[in-house]
């Protein structure tokens, strides 16, 4: 095929049919399974005498090397192409053609500049007569309309000049797979569509239709019709011979392509019964469905049920036709047709039936004989050609214009919703003028002492204390007393802490238990690792006074209480006023009327260690012991705290408890479960605030983690 020629091309899709000639008509195969199609449109060209070249674009590597063979006696020019895939085919399926995901294939079209003009023609159009005068275009692209979409064109038949711009453009296009069928027709109608093209006749490109103005139509302008295509999944071939009893354009059409094939691949029943039809190869009719033809020319297929009848006659151009491939049910339907001539009658000779071919040698007895043909020589052989464009590649003057709606919305960001306020744990939270806050310890600023973890306390006995260094329990620092924030550390001195004589009677205490020998002492062991801001050392801290031994009912003394706090300001209510105020519990005297001097005078009265030595005061409900009258004046740290009466109804539990602890005569170590943790009933501070430094010694460690939790609110 010389350079500058016209060519008919067509591309059978895994099958590519081209034709190429002074112009040429190409076409497509990709697949074997179109081979029947590029078959019968080379055939119809050529009967209606075309002065053109026929020329098939093929992609070799989804072709059996049979059907190449085949297309290179068909065709003048067989010219291999690169697969070009779909990367996004999901349009694909709204056509239901997940077949035709190499499509784009056809794009290879606009590259074959060694052509002057192309029209190229789908595998499954069959010609009824050349359409040479396509190559006179003046358009470098025309189209006819198609049956689906008519402003758009159908890609089946169309007339092009290639350009290597519209080459790259069609390829980029590909590669973003931006087409509305998923195909090539989306493709090129969408990258046409604002570009010229020309529309040519329908009768170019006729494609068999059901619409309800199609038959009038098609009635009207049959004569002129040049090309016929069957579009959609169900080709002829594919549909094998069936009855077509209603006459109608559809049916008439699909006629004419039974004629072509008939008259090229089609055995006559003479020349089948006497075996002298030997055709070059079957390879065309093993695509047909119901044409297979056996190794021996015997009709293989197994889809009729009369395989007698199989061999229709010959039937006339456009005329429709029936085969035996169509079972007759009805003895007397099957002799009518033979009669008025539209089947033949049954042959009545012997037909050869196929047999396998016999082995040459036997494998598993001998060696191969030495004169046997090479293994591979009936191998496919596959044929590449070189480019043969003689030009240099240059690159387009212009791309075109990228996609336009290619950008990827990001989404836009909601208005952060209104930050929900805390809900109100504390009655003061729910007024307006106080903004409910919770602090974490965590959070306290740099400034604030840290509470040096609390080392693992070990029982020892009294005297085992006496040498071991004093205490190590860390104290609570000193903090501001009553800042404005209400939840910051608090002041662990009290009044007892104030009131001279209270650590020599705690020890008097003490020694008496130890003269009785069975007080046990708990104390820490062990130095804290980190010394923190407000630690107190060994020598500067009280000796451990923790005691674990519990007095019975019995032993227990009754005590003064500590007094109420006076009012505090600051803390409610700004000192505004006295609503925030907790009444005062029963038998709890207020501070003003507390005389520390004379209640230790008191404690000392009552309990074990007096003049006369140990005794055991007989109990005494703290609701009905009378306050003494208050004439001392009141230690500062003990105003610090707000008094809240312990849990209990307002009984003094908290100095009974530790004075429990002091007379119990046996040495019972209570587990972290029994020991009462006690909690205060506002905002968490502990009850060792109203019982003193030195009782708070004589707590647990369950109640000096509880104290450590209402210092750190
Ligand atoms: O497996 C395949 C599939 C397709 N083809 C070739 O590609 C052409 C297009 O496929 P076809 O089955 O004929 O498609 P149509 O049913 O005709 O569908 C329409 O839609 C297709 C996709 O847009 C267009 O290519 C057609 O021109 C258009 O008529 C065929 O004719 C063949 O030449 C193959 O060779 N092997
Ligand atoms: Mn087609």
Not at 6 to 34: H, K, N, R, W
Not at 280 to 309: F, N, R, W
Not at 482 to 498: H, I, L, Q
Not at 593 to 620: C, F, H, Q, T, V
């Amino acid at each position: 095929m010389a350079v500058g020629e016209d060519v008919y091309c067509t591309v059978g899709f895994l099958e590519l049919l081209f034709f190429p000639a002074e112009l040429i008509v190409l076409q497509l195969v990709m697949s074997d399974s179109y081979l029947p199609g590029a078959a019968v449109l080379a055939h119809s060209l050529r009967d209606a005498q075309t002065k053109k070249k026929l020329a098939v674009m093929v992609t070799m590597d989804s072709l059996r090397a049979t059907t190449i063979t085949e297309l290179k006696s068909l065709y003048d020019s067989v010219l291999p192409v690169e697969r070009i895939s779909n990367p996004n085919p999901s349009n694909l399926y709204l056509m239901k053609r997940s077949d035709l995901l190499f499509a784009f294939t056809k794009v290879n079209l606009w590259r074959l500049t060694q052509f002057r003009k192309i029209v190229y023609i789908d595998a499954d159009v069959v010609a009824l007569r050349a359409p040479d005068e396509l190559f006179d275009l003046e358009s470098s692209f025309a189209a006819a309309p198609d049956v689906g979409w008519p402003d758009a064109f159908n890609s089946g038949v169309m007339a092009l000049t290639p350009h290597m711009g519209d080459y790259w453009a069609l390829k980029t296009l590909a590669s973003t797979g931006d087409s509305f069928d998923g195909a090539d027709q989306g493709l090129l109608n969408q990258y046409y569509e604002h570009r010229d093209w020309q529309r040519i006749s329908f009768t170019y490109n006729c494609t068999p239709s059901a619409n309800y103005q199609y038959e009038p139509a098609y009635r009207y302008h049959k004569s002129k019709i040049s090309m016929v295509h069957f579009i959609g999944a169900e080709k002829p071939w594919l549909t094998g011979r069936t009855r077509q009893r209603t006459p109608g354009a559809y049916n008439e059409l699909l006629g004419r392509w039974w004629a072509v094939y008939d008259r090229h691949f089609k055995a006559s029943t003479t020349d089948y019964i006497s075996g002298e039809y030997a055709p070059a190869s079957t390879t065309v009719q093993s695509q047909v469905k119901g044409e297979a033809i056996s190794a021996d020319h015997g009709y293989s297929h197994t889809t009729s049920s009369q395989p007698m009848l199989e061999h229709a006659v010959q039937p006339e151009p456009g005329s429709s036709h029936m085969t035996a491939d169509q079972p007759f049910t009805d003895p007397g339907e099957m002799v009518e047709s033979i009669e008025r001539g539209v089947i033949e009658p049954t042959p009545t000779a012997q037909v050869r039936r196929f047999s396998a071919p016999h082995m040459e040698w036997d494998a598993t007895r001998a060696p191969p004989p030495a004169d046997a043909k090479p293994e591979a020589a009936n191998f496919p052989s596959d044929q590449y050609l070189f480019n043969e464009d003689p030009n240099l590649f240059r690159a387009p003057q212009s791309y075109p214009e990228p996609p336009k709606d290619m950008w990827y919305e990001v989404p836009k960001e909601k208005p952060a919703p209104p930050e929900e306020k805390p809900k109100p744990i504390f009655p003061w939270e729910e007024r307006e003028d106080r903004k409910p806050t919770r602090v974490f310890a965590e959070d306290m600023p740099a400034s604030q002492p840290e509470l040096v973890p609390e080392p693992t306390p070990a029982l020892t006995s009294l005297e085992d204390e006496e040498q071991s260094p004093p205490n190590t329990t860390p104290m609570t620092p000193a903090a501001n007393v009553f800042p404005d924030e209400p939840f910051a550390p608090m002041d662990t001195k009290n009044a007892w802490d104030e009131v001279a004589g209270i650590d020599e009677y705690v020890r008097a205490l003490t020694a008496a238990q130890r003269n009785r020998g069975k007080v046990q002492v708990l104390h820490t062991t062990g130095e804290a690792p980190t010394r923190a801001p407000g630690f107190i050392s060994k020598r500067e801290r009280r000796e451990s006074l923790i005691l674990t031994d519990f007095p019975t009912a019995v032993e227990r003394p009754s005590l003064p209480v500590t007094p109420a706090p006076l009012a505090r300001p600051n803390f409610w209510s700004d000192g505004r006023d006295e609503a925030g105020q907790l009444p005062g519990a029963q038998g709890v005297p207020d501070q003003a009327d507390w005389d520390p001097a004379e209640k230790l005078e008191e404690l000392r009265r009552n309990s074990l260690i007096g003049p006369g030595g140990l005794k055991l005061p007989p109990m005494r409900h703290p609701g009905k012991r009378d306050m003494p009258p208050s004439s001392m004046p009141i230690p500062e740290a003990a105003l610090a705290y707000p008094h809240v009466p312990l849990s209990g109804g307002g009984s003094p539990h908290g100095l009974e408890k530790h004075v429990k602890v002091l007379v119990e005569p046996t040495a019972v170590v209570p587990s972290a479960s029994a020991v009462p943790t006690l909690t205060m009933p506002d905002f968490g501070a502990s009850s060792t605030m109203a019982t003193g430094r030195a009782m708070e010694n004589v707590l647990s460690p369950t109640e000096h983690g509880s104290r450590s939790f209402g210092e750190n609110i």
